[in-house]
């Protein structure tokens, strides 16, 4: 009677023991074991790699370390990594009209720094340029209302607020220079 009811045991281990052998024969020849393995493998790899490296130190003092990460929780916006270079890059995106008003604007104080004549001339017919081509492109914003440059006239301009600036600067000097002593032979006894 004992024996009776481990038979049916072995039969069933035998048959899971069979079915596995089967289905070790099956993925052997499909090559699914094969592809386990290394995903395991890699895996393990991977890990054993970041240990090494954080035993190296080589995660200690990141950029960010303990800082929370930013934007983390706000709604997906599709074209972040646009939004994020603008605001790196600190890049004014404006409609060409407007960011060629924002030039002209600028443009006197932008050709102060310039030193020669012929910076100041390419820097003007440059300007010119991009004012005449945006004045002939369709382009989405306000209307264009800058003007071209007279290029002869800017430049009499540069050249009248050089001359002051370098004035300016050569009595700033002249003033700071201390008056120069008089020797002791020339000095009149009291």
Do not use: C
């Amino acid at each position: 009677m004992s024996d009776s009811p481990e038979q049916p045991r072995d039969t069933a281990r035998s048959s899971e023991h069979s079915q596995a052998e089967d289905e070790a024969e099956r993925r052997k020849r499909s090559g699914e074991s094969a592809a386990h393995a290394r995903i395991a493998n890699q895996a393990s790899w991977v890990d054993q790699q970041v240990r090494v490296a954080m035993a190296k130190g080589e995660f200690d003092d990141l950029p960010g370390a303990g800082k929370p990460i930013a934007d983390l929780g706000t709604e997906h916006y599709p074209d972040w990594w646009i939004k994020r270079l603008v605001e790196r890059e600190q890049i004014a995106v404006l409609p060409p009209s407007v960011a060629l008003r924002k030039e002209d604007a600028e443009l006197d104080d932008r050709l102060d720094t310039l030193a020669f004549e012929g910076d100041v001339r390419r820097e003007l017919e440059d300007f010119n340029e991009r004012v005449i081509r945006a004045r002939y492109s369709l382009s989405p914003g306000p209307p264009l209302v800058t003007m071209p440059r007279d290029v002869d006239a800017a430049l009499d301009a540069w050249r009248e607020r050089r001359t002051a600036r370098l004035d300016a600067q050569r009595a700033a000097l002249a003033a700071a220079r201390p008056a120069p002593r008089r020797r002791w032979w020339q000095r009149r006894r009291g």
